[in-house]
Structure formats: structure tokens, C-alpha cells
């Protein structure tokens, strides 16, 4: 008993081939918009690769990129069958390639899930590589004269400004760094040398942040130093202060930002899955059974699955039990007829 | 006196009908192109209009979104007369109409022309606006309790963060305003009463900057107080000091970022104007050598086109014409009654 069928009759299957080819050029669009997406976000990475000790991974959107392109070569093929499907004689050169066809579009289908499922579950990888990247960046601030960290200052300045943050958890990571250079700092003042010498690792740490956690929205001029000091500013309380500096901390702002954009692209990723339907599929069985098949206006069966899902399925498992056991035995010409012999009941 | 007159044999209108078809519906996607660009100069206009002081300079973009909606008209009009044009039963119906849509069509292409001539004119209007704008907004910087005024900071501080600049003319500009509000002064201290002593207005002035004229390129933290005091920072010559603060001024900057905006906008809006210009003198010909076709029995004959039938001054005075003499009519009809017999001297 065929799985879901559904009679067609001409004027139906002309439908449903116009149907399925506007459908296959969609999802070539759509192919086009994942390929670029994966793209924008290699760049985004790319750009805030320091923020992430450059040790990010550029798994998912190196694989957006090749299943763009893939999407758009299958679907564009697709299309090109439907265009055929309803000349016969056009129709009959793509009939062996069919079921090789719709293999392989089952297999990109899993690929496609496959890639939904990681721009879900890399943003733990982006959570923690964030984590680290920003506790070395907020180190390295001081070391503008050493090669290979000349712009950690600008970067993380930068960074601090464009997403409205302050330190890696909030403003107070900035208390536990020297974020000023010793090439900066009098070391034959007084309140240096008793700032240095106040802690074991010999660092001159101080309750300040940089500029660049400033507030602009702050009704006063920005209070950057003495922060934690309120008798060092006019009318000020430190507990009560909300607008002075950015209370985020970048960690969650920068997560954030990414974690929404994987998201929307899983999103997308599963739509595409939901419109590659098995439009194709009932075309191709429409045509084949063909009652009178000189007539091309008479009625016919279309369905998803020959037999039902669960009998399908055994004959499946049953096939590769059988051609598992006849490898061991020998190859050749056996293997190949029972291979057809699967295609063929699909 | 005939202006440039060309053989058009039956082949030659016909492809001539065929390009234009395809080069009106170029020039239609054209004319949404300038309306598009039109907003988004506008756009960004607007988005900077807390520090200009008057919209002089949104004549450009207004100019620009109404000649975009024009030529969309016209052209569609274009194509439709040349679909028209080798049916000679469907041709004389556009006799009627062509001549105030040449008239109306002439006109919106010169405004075009005059739309990328004004973007380069209205410079002067634009620096004086800002430079108005801009002494505001750091006059009023420190009135984030007045209504009206609360977000000057927050938009000169987004202002100099954005365009990497300081100040009006330079950062000096902020030496010269109290941009710490009165609320946060401790006016019990020697310090805060002295500096405001020292300057007839009773002024707050010091020689520091806001925090958003940091130069994150610096390899230093940030100096903005005392900034012309060396032995107030550690190795600190602010004669040499070039990436501490941002040097530039941000009417400097603004007027750059404006003006590199509509040269580009001007340059595309300049070969659509071309292209427009194209299209009408194709359909002319178009046109003419259609006119000689009418009512003749072989519809393949050779016919000639022209652009204008009497030389270019004639031709002006005869579109004028009735626009002046409309005019003058109103007028003496005005002054009385006596003197409307004179009127057709006019003519």
C-alpha cells in the first residue's frame, strides 16, 4: 500500500510541475543568501578574532559557505528537471538519474540538519573562547609597545565603544589589571611607589577604568578615576551612579550579538530544509505510473513511498543486511544488482 | 531652419523603436535609482540635523526624489509611444500629447542637471550651518537639565566618537566654554572659586576636553585635563603629542563627509541624466519620422527626422509664448480695463 498517495490528473500535474520548479528556483535564492551569510560570518569573526585570542573556530561558516553552494547547484538541477517533467520525451533521458537525484538529495537534507544543529551548539565554543580572549585582552591593554599586541588598546577601546560594555564580567575587571604602562608612570612619586609597593605582584593597580567604558549618555562629564572614591567627586555616590560608565560586561554583550546571529541562521538553515519538499518526488512517481503511457492526458497515482514507512524501511535495513553479507562473500556484478534492486523499490 | 535632420529608412525605425523600448526601461529603473539616492542623502541629513543650524542644503535631496518620480512617469510614457510608434493606427492618437511632454520632459531633465550643480554649490551654505550648529551644541553641551537641550551631549559625544573628531575648529574650542555643568562643580572649593574669578563672565574654564575626543589609537591612556600642562603627566610634551585627542575638527570633518557623499550621489545622478537625455532625443526622432509616415499609403517609405523644426530661438519663444502671454494678460486686466486693448501687441 503506497505511502500517502495522491491521484493527478493533467491539468494537476501541469500544477504541480509549475509549483515545484518556482519552488527548486526559491531555494536557489535561498541558497545564494546562506552562501553570503556564511560569508558575513567568517568576516565577523575575522574582525573580533582578537577579542577571541584568535583560536576561534571557523567550522560553521566555512560549511554555511559549501552548503550554499551545493543548495544552489541541487536545487538548480532540480529545477531543470521539473522544467522537462512534462515533455516525455524530454523527461525520459533524466529518468535513470532520478533516484541517484533524490539520494542525494535525502543525504544534503541530513547535511543541512547537520549544520541547523551546530549553529546551535557552537555558541557554547563562542561562549568560552570569548571568555578567555577578553581576560588576555584586558591584560595586554598596557602593551602597546610590544610586537604582536601593539593594538590590543585600540581594539578593545574600540570594542568597549561600538557594543556599550566595560570589562570581561563588568567595570571592576578593569581594577584587578595595570592597564597603564610603566613607560607612563613616575616611579619617583610618592603615590606611585605606595600604590606599587601596596601589592605582592609589585603592580600599580587603581580603581579606574579607561575612556572608552564612558557612558555618553551620561548627564555629567565622565568620571573614569576614583570610581569606588565618592569624597574624590562633587555630589556623587558610587552605589546609586547608573549612567556614569557601562555596567555590561563585553563578554555578554559580544556572546550576545553572535549567539543571535547564529540563531537566525540555524533558523534559516531549517526553512530551507522545510521547503526542499518531496515536491520532485511526486512528480516523478505521477509520471511513471502512467496508466496508458502513450496518452499523456490520462489520470495518475503519485506517492511519497512505495509501500508504508515501517515496510519500507525493514526492506531498506534488509538490503544492506544482505549486501554487508554478500561483501564478505565476493564483489562484483551481485553487489551491484542488489544495489539496483534497493533503488528500484525506493 | 531645420536643427539636425537624419534619413530614417523603414529598418532604421524600427530598431530605433526597439532601443528605445529597452533603453526607457533602463532609464525607469534609473529614475528609481535617483529617487532612492535622493533619500538616502536625505537620511543622512537628517540624522546630523541637531548640529546644522538651517535645512538650506536639503534642496539638494528634494530636488533629486522629485526628478526620480518624474522620469519614472516619463519614462513609462516613452515606452508606451514607441510600443505605439510602428502601428500607424495607434501613433496619431500621442499627436495631441507629445508636445506639453516634450515641454514637461525638457524641463525635469534640466532639473536634474541643476540638482548635481547645486550639490556642489550649496559647500558654503553647508560649512556656515554647521559652523553655527556645532558652536552650539558645545555651548550648550553641559545643559542636560534644560528641555530641549538634554541630548546635546549625548549627540556631540556620538558626534566626535563617530567622525574621529574634536571640537568646532579644533579642540581649542572647548578651552573656551564651560562644558562642566554647575551641578557638579563644589563651589565651597579654593580651586572651582579661583577659575572662576579669573574670567569676566564668572565662566568655569579649564584647559581640558571630554572624554570623547580620545584618540583610541593612542598608545597612552587617555589625557583630557590640563592638556597644555607638561609637568602635570609624565613624559607629557603636548607641543609633540599628536595621538592623544583627535586633532581634527569636526566641521572639517563633517562638511568632508557630506561633500564626498553628493560628489558620488552627483557623478551617478550625471550619467542618468545622460541616459535620460537619450531616451527623449531618440523618441524626437522617433517621433518625426513617424509624423512624416502618417497618412501615407506604403508605411516602409524613407522618411527624415529632426529635432526641432525652427532653430533653437524660435522654437523657445513659441513654448514661451503662451506662458508670457498669460502672464501679461493677467496683469493689464489688473491695471483696468483701458488698457486690455493693447494686448495683443504682445504677440
Not at chain 1, 525520459?92 to 543541512?112: A, T
Not at chain 1, 556623587?236 to 550576545?256: K, M, P, Q
Not at chain 2, 499627436?95 to 514637461?104: D, H, R, T, W
Not at chain 2, 586633532?247 to 545622460?274: D, H
Request: hydrophobic share 40%; with cysteine.
Amino acid at each position: 500500500m503506497p505511502f500517502m498517495p495522491v491521484k493527478f490528473t493533467l491539468q494537476k500535474r501541469v500544477k504541480l510541475a509549475q509549483g515545484v520548479w518556482m519552488l527548486y528556483w526559491l531555494s536557489v535564492i535561498v541558497g545564494i543568501v546562506i552562501f553570503s551569510l556564511g560569508i558575513f560570518f567568517k568576516i565577523e569573526l575575522r574582525k573580533r578574532s582578537e577579542m577571541m585570542d584568535n583560536n576561534e573556530s571557523h567550522l560553521v561558516p566555512n560549511l554555511l559557505m559549501l552548503v550554499g553552494v551545493l543548495a544552489c547547484g541541487i536545487n538548480a538541477f532540480g529545477g531543470k528537471v521539473c522544467h522537462d517533467s512534462l515533455d516525455p520525451n524530454k523527461f525520459s533521458k533524466w529518468k535513470p538519474m532520478l533516484k541517484m537525484f533524490l539520494l542525494l538529495c535525502c543525504g544534503f537534507n541530513v547535511l543541512l540538519l547537520l549544520v541547523a544543529l551546530l549553529c546551535f551548539l557552537m555558541q557554547f565554543a563562542v561562549y568560552l573562547t570569548l571568555a578567555e580572549g577578553l581576560k588576555n585582552g584586558i591584560k595586554f591593554y598596557k602593551d602597546t609597545d610590544t610586537p604582536g599586541r601593539c593594538f590590543m588598546k585600540r581594539t578593545l577601546d574600540m570594542t568597549q565603544i561600538e557594543f556599550r560594555c566595560c570589562g570581561n564580567n563588568n567595570f571592576r575587571d578593569w581594577f584587578e589589571v595595570q592597564w597603564i604602562s610603566n613607560r607612563y608612570l613616575d616611579m619617583s612619586n610618592d603615590v606611585v611607589k605606595d600604590r606599587v609597593l601596596s601589592n605582592v605582584e609589585g603592580k600599580y593597580l587603581m580603581d579606574s577604568v579607561p575612556f572608552s567604558c564612558c557612558n555618553p549618555g551620561s548627564p555629567r562629564p565622565c568620571i573614569q578615576h576614583h570610581l569606588t572614591n565618592n569624597s574624590a567627586h562633587y555630589d556623587y555616590d558610587h552605589r546609586t551612579e547608573e549612567l556614569n560608565i557601562w555596567v555590561r560586561g563585553c563578554r555578554e554583550a559580544l556572546f550576545s550579538y553572535y549567539s543571535s546571529m547564529m540563531n537566525s541562521i540555524g533558523a534559516l538553515v531549517i526553512l530551507t530544509i522545510s521547503v526542499d519538499m518531496a515536491g520532485l518526488k511526486y512528480l516523478c512517481t505521477a509520471l511513471e505510473t502512467m496508466t496508458d503511457p502513450e496518452n499523456p492526458e490520462s489520470e495518475s497515482e503519485g506517492w511519497l513511498l512505495e509501500k508504508g514507512v515501517k515496510e519500507t524501511l525493514a526492506d531498506v535495513l534488509s538490503k544492506v543486511k544482505m549486501m554487508g553479507k554478500t561483501n564478505q562473500v565476493e564483489e562484483g556484478q551481485y553487489v551491484q544488482s542488489v544495489v539496483t534492486q534497493v533503488f528500484t523499490d525506493m | 531652419m531645420v536643427v539636425m535632420k537624419m534619413k530614417f529608412p523603414f529598418q532604421k525605425r524600427v530598431k530605433l523603436a526597439q532601443g528605445l523600448w529597452l533603453l526607457s526601461w533602463c532609464a525607469t529603473v534609473a529614475g528609481a535609482t535617483t529617487f532612492t539616492l535622493g533619500c538616502v542623502l536625505k537620511t543622512e541629513l537628517r540624522r546630523r540635523a541637531e548640529v546644522m543650524d538651517n535645512a538650506d542644503v536639503h534642496i539638494v535631496p528634494n530636488t533629486l526624489m522629485i526628478v526620480g518620480l518624474a522620469s519614472l512617469g516619463i519614462n513609462y510614457f516613452a515606452s508606451k509611444i514607441c510600443q505605439d510608434a510602428l502601428d500607424a493606427g495607434r501613433f496619431p492618437r500621442w499627436k495631441n500629447f507629445l508636445k506639453p511632454y516634450f515641454a514637461a520632459s525638457c524641463f525635469f531633465t534640466v532639473l536634474m542637471l541643476l540638482a548635481v550643480i547645486m550639490s556642489y554649490a550649496m559647500k558654503g551654505s553647508l560649512e556656515s550651518s554647521l559652523k553655527i550648529g556645532l558652536r552650539n551644541g558645545i555651548r550648550f553641551y553641559k545643559d542636560t537639565d534644560t528641555p530641549g537641550r538634554c541630548f546635546q551631549k549625548q549627540n556631540i559625544d556620538r558626534l566626535q566618537m563617530e567622525f574621529q573628531c574634536c571640537g568646532n575648529n579644533d579642540f581649542r574650542d572647548w578651552f573656551e566654554v564651560q562644558w562642566i555643568s554647575n551641578r557638579y562643580l563644589d563651589f565651597s572649593s579654593k580651586e572651582v572659586k579661583d577659575r572662576i574669578k579669573s574670567n569676566v563672565d564668572g565662566r568655569y574654564l579649564l584647559d581640558g576636553v571630554p572624554f570623547s575626543c580620545c584618540n583610541p589609537s593612542s598608545p597612552r591612556p587617555c589625557i583630557q585635563y590640563q592638556l597644555t600642562n607638561n609637568s602635570a603627566h609624565y613624559n607629557y610634551d603636548y607641543q609633540t603629542e599628536e595621538l592623544n585627542i583627535y586633532l581634527r575638527g569636526c566641521r572639517e570633518a563633517l562638511v568632508n563627509y557630506y561633500m564626498g557623499l553628493m560628489n558620488t550621489i552627483g557623478a551617478g545622478v550625471l550619467s542618468i541624466f545622460i541616459l535620460q537625455g537619450s531616451v527623449l532625443v531618440s523618441l524626437r526622432f522617433l517621433q518625426t519620422a513617424m509624423e512624416a509616415v502618417a497618412g501615407k499609403e506604403n508605411t516602409e517609405i524613407e522618411t527624415e527626422g529632426y529635432l526641432l523644426e525652427k532653430s533653437v530661438k524660435d522654437t523657445v519663444m513659441e513654448y514661451l509664448n503662451p506662458v508670457l502671454k498669460f502672464l501679461l494678460l493677467t496683469n493689464q486686466v489688473e491695471e483696468g480695463a483701458t488698457t486690455s486693448g493693447a494686448t495683443p501687441a504682445a504677440t
